[in-house]
C-alpha cells in the first residue's frame, strides 16, 4: 500500500500568513493527489484534485503543486474560515489512502 | 444540488453486523463511482471501499476484506456498505462519497454526506 506521510502535524500562523503543507508518498504516484479540508463535526471537502487543479468554488488562494512523490498545498492570505485540519489523499492506486492530516490552528 | 444521505449507523456488538445505505439525488448515480470513507473518533480519514458505476468493480482497504462488502443500486440510487465481524477498531463515523467525474479510473471524492456513526462495544 502507498504511505503518505504529511508534515507539519500541526501549525500556527495568523490571518494574512501564507502556509505551506507538505505531501510526502513512499512510491512514485504521478500526479494523482488530492488536498481536503476538513472542520469539526463536519465532513472533508476537496480543495485541490490531480495535484494542481482547483476544485469548483474553492478560493484561488489555495493551491497545490507536485508530481512523483512529494506535494504541497500552499494558502496564501489565511482567512479565518481557513482553520481547520487538512489531509492529503493519492488516486493512483488502490487502496486509497490518506495523510494522517495537518491540524492548522490560529496563532 | 447533490445531496448523499446516509443512515443505518448505530451501535453494535463485537461479532455483530450492520448495512449501512447511502440514498443519493442530485445527480446521475448510475454515472458516476461511489466510496465509503471512514474516521475514528478523534482520528484521521480512512479509505475503506470504492465500486464503479455500473457496480461491476469493487475495491476494499486490507483490513476489511472478506468482512466488508460494497454494493450498490442504480433503480433505487442507493450505496451500501455491508459489515460482518464487526470489530472495536470499526467504531467510526462512515461517510459515503461521490467520485469526481465519470470515466476516469482515479477516485477522488467531490461530494460526501453528513455521515452516520458505527459504535462497536459490548
Known amino acids: 500500500d502507498i504511505q503518505l506521510t504529511q508534515s507539519p502535524s500541526s501549525v500556527s500562523a495568523s490571518v494574512g500568513d501564507s502556509v505551506t503543507i507538505t505531501c510526502r508518498a513512499s512510491?512514485?504516484?504521478?500526479?494523482?493527489l488530492a488536498w481536503y479540508q476538513q472542520k469539526p463535526g463536519k465532513a472533508p471537502k476537496l480543495l485541490i484534485y490531480?495535484?494542481?487543479s482547483l476544485q469548483s468554488g474553492v478560493p484561488s488562494r489555495f493551491s497545490g503543486s507536485g508530481s512523483g512523490t512529494d506535494f504541497t498545498l500552499t494558502i496564501s492570505s489565511l482567512q479565518p474560515e481557513d482553520f481547520a485540519t487538512y489531509y492529503c489523499q493519492q488516486a493512483n492506486s488502490f487502496p486509497n489512502t490518506f495523510g494522517q492530516g495537518t491540524k492548522l490552528e490560529i496563532k | 444540488e447533490v445531496q448523499l444521505l446516509e443512515s443505518g449507523g448505530g451501535l453494535v456488538q463485537p461479532g455483530g453486523s450492520l448495512r449501512l445505505s447511502c440514498a443519493a439525488s442530485?445527480?446521475?448515480?448510475?454515472?458516476?463511482?461511489m466510496s465509503w470513507v471512514r474516521q475514528a473518533p478523534g482520528k484521521g480519514l480512512e479509505w475503506v471501499s470504492s465500486?464503479?458505476?455500473?457496480?461491476?468493480?469493487?475495491y476494499y482497504a486490507g483490513s476489511e476484506k472478506g468482512r466488508f462488502t460494497i454494493s450498490r443500486d442504480n433503480s433505487k440510487n442507493t450505496l451500501y456498505l455491508q459489515m460482518n465481524s464487526l470489530r472495536a477498531e470499526d467504531t467510526a463515523v462512515y461517510y459515503c462519497a461521490k467520485k469526481l467525474g465519470s470515466g476516469s479510473y482515479y477516485y477522488y471524492f467531490d461530494f460526501w454526506g453528513q455521515g452516520t456513526l458505527v459504535t462497536v462495544s459490548s
Open positions: 442530485g445527480f446521475t448515480f448510475s454515472s458516476y463511482g
Open positions: 490531480a495535484a494542481s
Open positions: 465500486i464503479s458505476d455500473s457496480g461491476s468493480s469493487t
Open positions: 512510491q512514485g504516484i504521478s500526479s494523482w
